[in-house]
């Protein structure tokens, strides 16, 4: 559905995306993530075309984003950073103002009958916008580029500034979306990506430096091996030891327990395993270890690793 090949974009003599290239396939919901000032939405504006750019081409379902701009937006949906509302209508006349403007031929009373419905904005479809909380104008902008039927769409930082509630809501509202239409979702919301993408894209400093299934996201960052292990023994004593102990990056207390056991966080070294070492090292000392388990990466370890 998606195809970027080599995409760059200067501002000046600033790079600010620098040769990245990806395709996401139909049905696909793609996060795409990076720190502040990393290029994420400098590429999204570029795929929708609302950027033009340096170099490169950007094609959507065939159809190159410069050369037939008009037909190519009408496969997409796009929810930008802040949703292009109207505060002085209500919303039921933004959807429509929306579908005269993208020149809609579905039926215009039952089509935005049925987008009100599936955003839930039935209580909301007479009141203006201006007038809406912070997570019903999210809904809003949502439903606005759903008005095209479109084949993709494209959210960028969909959740910001929502309370944990709005965040659920436009959360569960995407992972059904998602059944009909190819999604990229750039989001700082690290467990929201992995609750709803099937792959990730991460890009820094303009350039892609990953790019893979979720699933498989542990990979990216085999270096931080963690596990946690509780110690029956006197918890300042172990907790010294083990931040002593050759290999240990990161040694954290967890919780003790009533029978005298604690429970600590290591992390490794790049090219350590303590596992056996500390097995044999705490049986040597007398202190027996009660339980030990692998912790795998996070999405958060892995992006922590690849931009710092």
Request: net charge neutral.
């Amino acid at each position: 559905m998606i195809q970027i090949e080599h995409l760059t974009k200067y501002y000046g003599q600033k790079l600010a995306v620098d040769d990245i290239s990806f395709s996401v396939g139909e049905g696909e919901v793609v996060g795409f993530l990076g720190p502040n000032g990393a290029g994420k939405s400098t590429t999204m504006n570029m795929l929708t075309g609302y950027l033009s750019y340096t170099s490169g081409k950007c094609s959507i379902d065939g159809i190159d984003i410069l050369e037939n701009p008009s037909e190519a937006k009408r496969l997409i949906g796009f929810l930008p950073e802040q949703p292009p509302l109207y505060y002085d209508m209500t919303t039921r006349e933004y959807l429509q103002f929306i579908y005269d403007l993208k020149r809609c031929t579905l039926n215009r009373r039952e089509h935005i009958d049925e987008i009100i419905d599936v955003m839930g904005l039935q209580e909301m479809e007479k009141r203006l916008i201006g007038q809406l909380s912070k997570g019903f104008k999210q809904r809003v902008g949502i439903a606005g580029a759903l008005v095209s039927d479109p084949k993709i769409l494209i959210f960028d930082e969909p959740t910001i500034g929502l309370d944990p509630r709005q965040i659920i809501e436009i959360r569960e509202l995407i992972r059904a979306l998602s059944k009909d239409h190819t999604i990229i979702l750039s989001t700082h919301i690290l467990p929201e990506v992995q609750a709803v993408c099937d792959r990730i894209l991460i890009i820094d400093r303009g350039r892609l430096i990953a790019d893979e299934k979720t699933e498989n996201i542990n990979t990216l960052a085999s270096e931080n091996r963690r596990f946690t292990i509780q110690i029956l023994g006197p918890k300042g004593e172990v907790f010294t030891f083990l931040r002593k102990t050759e290999g240990a990056a990161k040694v954290e207390f967890l919780s003790s327990s009533k029978d005298g056991a604690s429970l600590f966080m290591v992390q490794c070294k790049k090219g350590y395993d303590l596992r056996r070492t500390l097995f044999y090292a705490l049986a040597e000392k007398r202190w027996p270890i009660l339980e030990m388990s692998t912790v795998g990466a996070s999405l958060e370890d892995v992006f922590i690793a690849l931009t710092k």
